[in-house]
């Protein structure tokens, strides 16, 4: 069987070695999982080439929406997060074959807030009264979910663009929830929360850095979860004065669900923990 993560850049991917890890524990001889470079344009064909030899597609950027009209079904919790991490292949019940696709159906999920929800319970934040998201892309809404399913009434959402808020708003609206939006300007606010959630990308996180800290010091830091895993630690971790967690946690767990979903076995933590831990340092040497 085949799985495959796709993505644009996609070389810096630790989830090869994840899921790799994760066949060789369970015994899963001859499954592969690959890096495939894929931007929006080349995706309807990746998609459309899927067959029964496939188990499943993990999916980064900047294809988390891109891939929705393309599969066959959206999975209710997918769609109201409105991002979608991964594609399930599975046979065709009714046997009728569709152009490309021989024999099988294609159902979106989302695994990353689960990755979230368990990164954070891990460091102790398994309920979170007030949470802050820094950014407002894909992986924001993902973000903005795991704080409501850990118990934030309203959490708060900082975004250099008012209309990056509006998806957001949405996706809080979806689940029976809100959110609290305010712009760049109003960065400190982060530091009053219990729970940063950092989304934004490392080339922005330098800057980030400078705007929140650079002129103010809490006597009392939150716990800050930066989803970038490499290079490791961003701009915003290296200056941060309390409690961190790396983006390596949430991969790691909601690749643990993936694997579940492609396979149908539980994914062994431990065992992908130390691979994908090996290859960050091995990286990191590099």
């Known amino acids: 069987m085949r799985a ?3 993505g644009s850049p996609i070389q810096h991917s630790l989830s090869p070695a994840l899921h790799r890890a994760a066949y060789e524990a369970l015994g899963l001889t001859g499954w592969t999982y690959d890096l495939l470079e894929v931007d929006e344009e080349r995706l309807p064909a990746v ?6 030899s496939w188990a499943g597609l993990s999916l980064t950027m900047p294809l ?3 891939v929705v009209p393309l599969v066959d079904e959206v999975s209710d919790f997918a769609r109201a997060v409105g991002s979608v991490n991964t ?3 599975t046979p065709r019940l009714d046997r009728r074959n569709t152009p490309g696709r021989r024999g099988v159906r294609l159902r979106a999920e989302n695994t ?3 990755g979230l929800v368990t990164a954070l319970a891990e460091a102790g934040a398994e309920r979170i009264s007030r949470g802050v998201v820094l950014g407002g892309g894909a992986t924001a809404r993902s973000a903005v979910v795991a704080l409501l399913q850990a118990g934030c009434p309203r959490p708060v959402v900082v975004v250099r663009s008012p209309d990056r808020a509006v998806e957001l708003r ?7 929830g809100e959110v609290e939006v305010r712009d760049w300007s109003q960065l400190p606010v982060a530091l009053t929360a219990d ?5 934004v990308p490392i080339g922005g996180s330098e800057a980030m850095a400078q705007a929140l800290l650079g002129a103010f010091r809490p006597v009392w830091w939150p716990l800050l979860l930066d989803v970038v895993y490499a290079p490791w630690p961003t701009p915003l971790a290296r200056q941060w004065g309390g409690p961190v967690v790396g983006g390596f946690e949430m991969l790691l767990h909601q690749a643990v669900a993936q694997v579940e979903l492609m396979t149908g076995r539980p ?3 431990a065992a992908m923990r130390a691979a994908g831990l090996a290859a960050l340092a091995e990286r990191t040497r590099a």
């Open 4 to 6: 495959a993560v796709c």
């Open 47 to 52: 998609v459309e080439g899927l067959d029964a």
């Open 87 to 89: 594609v399930v292949v």
């Open 170 to 176: 949405a996706v809080a609206a979806r689940l029976g």
């Open 64 to 66: 988390k929406q891109a």
């Open 195 to 199: 729970v940063v959630l950092s989304t």
């Open 112 to 114: 990353d807030v689960i």
């Open 267 to 269: 994914g062994p933590v």
